[in-house]
């Protein structure tokens, strides 16, 4: 069975800083590997998807992720943040198989401070 | 396009009572897959509806149950409401495998 785990409950940074969310999935077969963003009383927003190919994967909002098929990670990376970058921050995995079935992480939540 | 729209935004209800909550996909997007989020337990995956037929159940009980129209707009209802279904239920179409994008979700609160 698959699953996701986000390492960091809550992250704080200040503005424009860097910051790392940390992702690790446990699959026996390969996956697609997703990132959402869920800012207050909303959806779920698509950051960035691995689906094969090149390693590093660039996404919306200057964010980017990596993904690391021999430490089973999917870490996700911004050189510099902003106060609107909080928000809470979920790490999916999918099947290529099994449809659209998205199997979250615990979320992260990325407080930004001033 | 318009987004993914889920109706209602918010509901209250009482144990016992069942609810009915409703999903309009992206316009040309035949998926629909329904998630369940709760403090306690997260992100967890409901099931998913392609062309009017269940395609993929997560581990909930019977108690949940969904369908899907002819124009893809998909309902999912709740019988029998426990305090634990108190949570936002948020819908997601999709085109192909590749991407879900997600509605704004309908909150429960089971009173």
């Known amino acids: 069975a698959q699953s996701v785990t986000q390492l960091d409950s809550q992250v704080p940074v200040f503005e424009e800083a860097p910051v790392e969310l940390r992702c690790n999935y446990s699959?026996?077969?390969?996956?697609?590997l997703f990132w959402y963003v869920q800012y207050p009383n909303q959806g779920l927003q698509l950051l960035l998807k691995?689906?094969?190919?090149?390693?590093l994967v660039k996404g919306i909002n200057g964010f980017e992720a990596e993904f690391n098929k021999s430490q089973t990670s999917f870490h996700l990376r911004k050189p510099s943040v902003h106060i609107s970058d909080t928000a809470e921050y979920f790490c999916?995995?999918?099947?290529?198989?099994?449809?659209?079935?998205?199997?979250f992480g615990a979320g992260t939540r990325l407080a930004v401070h001033p | 396009k318009a987004g993914v729209t889920q109706t209602p935004r918010y509901l209250i209800k009482t144990r016992g009572q069942q609810v009915t909550l409703s999903c309009s996909p992206i316009?040309?997007?035949?998926?629909v897959s329904w998630y369940q989020q709760t403090p306690g337990q997260g992100l967890q995956f409901l099931f998913e509806?392609?062309?009017?037929?269940?395609?993929n159940k997560g581990n909930f009980p019977g108690r949940f149950s969904g369908r899907q129209f002819s124009n893809s707009r998909s309902e999912m209802n709740v019988s029998t409401l426990e305090l634990g279904d108190s949570a936002l239920y948020l819908c997601?179409?999709?085109?192909?495998?590749?991407?879900?994008?997600f509605g704004p979700g309908t909150r429960l609160t089971v009173l």
């Open positions: 997601a179409s999709s085109f192909d495998y590749n991407e879900q994008f």
């Open positions: 699959s026996s077969v390969s996956v697609y």
């Open positions: 691995y689906l094969s190919g090149s390693t």
């Open positions: 999916a995995v999918s099947d290529p198989g099994g449809y659209n079935k998205l199997i």
């Open positions: 316009s040309g997007h035949r998926s």
């Open positions: 509806y392609f062309s009017e037929t269940q395609r």
